[in-house]
């Protein structure tokens, strides 16, 4: 593929791009580590669930609500849903077998999947997203209005998530069952509970990463497959444990791959999966904990 | 009437028995001590009146059936310093301290002053993650975790294990002051059995999951077997 002379200004906008695609990626992959932080399981139906709930907020917008509209209520939904599958489906294998639980998240996919081929077709449609694709200009690089929109509601969430957990009574329970469950009974926290909240958030997240990247791709049950692979490999390069390390890799990666898919020539845009995975892989071997994650040490 | 009264009560690990009908009471602001060697079922004790293990018989707490599950008896009142602390060693000081009054409503500063009045050091480690304080502050901060809560129950599991005399001793006073400021109860295990006596109203000797001898403090020091099992004169 023959690459076009390097200027700054195509540089930026492909960095700019990269945010936008690591914005995605952090989301979702924020929602795996919530979701592993509790439970120890990678919850494979991660990205079903958040196509599922952009197909909700579609079918609110052919109601004749705006997107704005349609927002609030399709997050409302997603934190019951995730709630309610956790309490039905996970809650009852709790202390089961890791693996269990991943078959079960992966039977959870393929459901989900096939409902949503059943309820809404299987075929794409065009999801109209809440900002123009129109570009703005911005110190001199043209940036379109859409993904500086997608970064500021990942941004804005990914700060409010922080605040919660940081500050809120809730929140600081939510991370003590995470890292102690005994502990955290004998102080009065209702750790079961705790963990339907962080599928409730979990969702939540994966909500909002599908409707941000709906009108960008075109929206079809498949729609999240691939991103997921990107945010597993996010959350793993950020370190599966850490919040901060999903939101980190997330972007690291976006950019990684946007940039050697523009720049590296035989990398171009069907390699970019493959390249990125190398690229974590070697990572891995040098830090096998990722970037912000701790290695466990088996005290004997 | 007592605040705390256990009847024949049992727990089990598995198929492993591990109490054979345990009955104790643990009185309105007194401070009663367990004695008891190895595997005689003293930490079993504590983990059943916090319902951290499963087990069956009356218990009584402040004229109600206790709640089986530690959510519901720490609600209860009863806050459980467990065996290696409890400390959430991922979190800060500060974080930890916030947990101890996790099923309170209201503010918690003048709480953490007071604590941090028994404690100076934790304050000045407020920030520091938990697990990077030595063993003697952690035992202090667990101990500052379960004042938190206000608790009308204290249970502390060898508070004195792995530490220093000094800081053991700094402890007791802590605890002996904390006591007398709210007229808490506190029910403490612990293999050293001199230390504890010296502050203990009353004790309990187990052995094999069962009470084999109780009474005052200075009654277990008179008594012959007493003596030569468990305070080595």
Same mark, same amino acid.
Do not use: C
């Given at each position: 593929?023959?690459?076009?002379?390097?200027?700054?200004?195509?540089?930026?906008?492909?960095?700019?791009?990269?945010?936008?695609?690591?914005?995605?990626?952090?989301?979702?992959?924020?929602?795996?580590?919530?979701?592993?932080?509790?439970?120890?399981?990678?919850?494979?139906?991660?990205?079903?669930?958040?196509?599922?709930?952009?197909?909700?907020?579609?079918?609110?917008?052919?109601?004749?609500?705006?997107?704005?509209?349609?927002?609030?209520?399709?997050?409302?939904?997603?934190?019951?849903?995730?709630?309610?599958?956790?309490?039905?489906?996970?809650?009852?294998?709790?202390?089961?077998?890791?693996?269990?639980?991943?078959?079960?998240?992966?039977?959870?996919?393929?459901?989900?999947?096939?409902?949503?081929?059943?309820?809404?077709?299987?075929?794409?449609?065009?999801?109209?997203?809440?900002?123009?694709?129109?570009?703005?200009?911005?110190?001199?690089?043209?940036?379109?209005?859409?993904?500086?929109?997608?970064?500021?509601?990942?941004?804005?969430?990914?700060?409010?998530?922080?605040?919660?957990?940081?500050?809120?009574?809730?929140?600081?329970?939510?991370?003590?069952?995470?890292?102690?469950?005994?502990?955290?009974?004998?102080?009065?926290?209702?750790?079961?509970?705790?963990?339907?909240?962080?599928?409730?958030?979990?969702?939540?997240?994966?909500?909002?990463?599908?409707?941000?990247?709906?009108?960008?791709?075109?929206?079809?049950?498949?729609?999240?497959?691939?991103?997921?692979?990107?945010?597993?490999?996010?959350?793993?390069?950020?370190?599966?444990?850490?919040?901060?390390?999903?939101?980190?890799?997330?972007?690291?990666?976006?950019?990684?791959?946007?940039?050697?898919?523009?720049?590296?020539?035989?990398?171009?845009?069907?390699?970019?999966?493959?390249?990125?995975?190398?690229?974590?892989?070697?990572?891995?071997?040098?830090?096998?904990?990722?970037?912000?994650?701790?290695?466990?040490?088996?005290?004997? | 009437?007592?605040?705390?009264?256990?009847?024949?009560?049992?727990?089990?690990?598995?198929?492993?028995?591990?109490?054979?009908?345990?009955?104790?009471?643990?009185?309105?602001?007194?401070?009663?001590?367990?004695?008891?060697?190895?595997?005689?079922?003293?930490?079993?004790?504590?983990?059943?009146?916090?319902?951290?293990?499963?087990?069956?018989?009356?218990?009584?707490?402040?004229?109600?059936?206790?709640?089986?599950?530690?959510?519901?008896?720490?609600?209860?009142?009863?806050?459980?310093?467990?065996?290696?602390?409890?400390?959430?060693?991922?979190?800060?000081?500060?974080?930890?301290?916030?947990?101890?009054?996790?099923?309170?409503?209201?503010?918690?500063?003048?709480?953490?002053?007071?604590?941090?009045?028994?404690?100076?050091?934790?304050? $000045? +480690?407020?920030?520091? =993650?938990? *697990?990077?304080?030595?063993?003697?502050?952690? @035992?202090?901060?667990? &101990?500052?975790? /379960?004042?938190?809560?206000?608790?009308?129950?204290?249970?502390?599991?060898?508070?004195?294990?792995?530490?220093?005399?000094?800081?053991?001793?700094?402890?007791?006073?802590?605890? $002996? +002051?904390?006591?007398? =400021?709210? *007229?808490?109860?506190?029910?403490?295990?612990? @293999?050293?059995?001199? &230390?504890?006596? /010296?502050?203990?109203?009353?004790?309990?000797?187990?052995?094999?999951?069962?009470?084999?001898?109780?009474?005052?403090?200075?009654?277990?020091?008179?008594?012959?077997?007493?003596?030569?099992?468990?305070?080595?004169?």
């Amino acid at each position: 593929m023959p690459i076009a002379a390097f200027t700054w200004t195509e540089f930026a906008q492909q960095l700019a791009a990269g945010i936008r695609e690591g914005a995605i990626y952090a989301g979702l992959a924020l929602a795996i580590v919530i979701i592993y932080r509790s439970t120890r399981v990678i919850n494979f139906a991660q990205g079903e669930m958040a196509t599922f709930t952009t197909f909700i907020a579609w079918s609110l917008m052919n109601q004749g609500l705006t997107f704005w509209e349609a927002f609030p209520i399709v997050l409302a939904i997603a934190f019951t849903g995730g709630v309610v599958i956790e309490r039905t489906l996970i809650r009852p294998v709790e202390n089961a077998p890791v693996l269990t639980i991943v078959i079960i998240t992966l039977g959870l996919a393929l459901l989900l999947n096939g409902l949503m081929n059943l309820i809404w077709g299987g075929a794409n449609v065009q999801f109209h997203g809440p900002f123009s694709t129109r570009t703005i200009d911005v110190g001199g690089v043209p940036v379109s209005v859409q993904d500086i929109g997608i970064v500021a509601v990942s941004i804005l969430l990914v700060g409010l998530l922080a605040l919660f957990f940081r500050f809120t009574k809730l929140g600081l329970g939510m991370r003590a069952a995470a890292v102690n469950r005994d502990s955290s009974r004998l102080v009065g926290v209702r750790v079961s509970w705790m963990f339907a909240l962080g599928w409730g958030i979990a969702t939540v997240l994966g909500a909002v990463a599908g409707m941000m990247i709906a009108p960008v791709v075109f929206l079809d049950p498949n729609m999240m497959q691939t991103i997921l692979l990107y945010a597993f490999a996010a959350a793993v390069l950020g370190g599966l444990d850490s919040p901060v390390g999903a939101v980190v890799g997330g972007i690291l990666l976006g950019v990684t791959i946007t940039l050697l898919g523009r720049y590296v020539g035989f990398i171009g845009s069907t390699l970019k999966l493959p390249a990125a995975l190398l690229l974590i892989l070697v990572l891995l071997l040098v830090r096998p904990g990722g970037l912000f994650g701790k290695v466990a040490v088996r005290r004997v | 009437m007592s605040l705390l009264e256990l009847r024949n009560v049992e727990a089990r690990y598995g198929p492993v028995k591990a109490l054979h009908g345990v009955s104790l009471t643990v009185g309105g602001g007194e401070l009663v001590a367990v004695l008891g060697a190895n595997g005689a079922g003293k930490t079993t004790t504590l983990r059943a009146i916090s319902g951290t293990v499963r087990r069956t018989g009356d218990l009584v707490f402040g004229g109600k059936a206790l709640p089986r599950r530690p959510e519901g008896t720490a609600r209860a009142g009863i806050a459980h310093v467990p065996e290696g602390r409890g400390t959430f060693s991922d979190l800060t000081v500060w974080e930890n301290l916030r947990l101890g009054a996790y099923t309170r409503r209201g503010g918690i500063k003048d709480d953490a002053r007071r604590v941090f009045g028994f404690f100076p050091r934790l304050e $000045e +480690r407020r920030h520091q =993650q938990a *697990g990077t304080l030595s063993g003697g502050e952690q @035992q202090m901060l667990a &101990l500052g975790r /379960a004042m938190m809560a206000r608790p009308k129950l204290l249970l502390l599991d060898e508070p004195s294990l792995g530490l220093a005399p000094i800081v053991v001793n700094e402890i007791f006073e802590a605890l $002996e +002051r904390m006591k007398g =400021q709210d *007229g808490m109860s506190v029910l403490v295990v612990e @293999q050293n059995a001199n &230390l504890v006596l /010296a502050h203990a109203a009353r004790a309990y000797v187990l052995e094999v999951g069962a009470v084999v001898v109780e009474g005052t403090s200075d009654e277990l020091r008179a008594n012959q077997s007493v003596r030569k099992s468990y305070l080595g004169y």
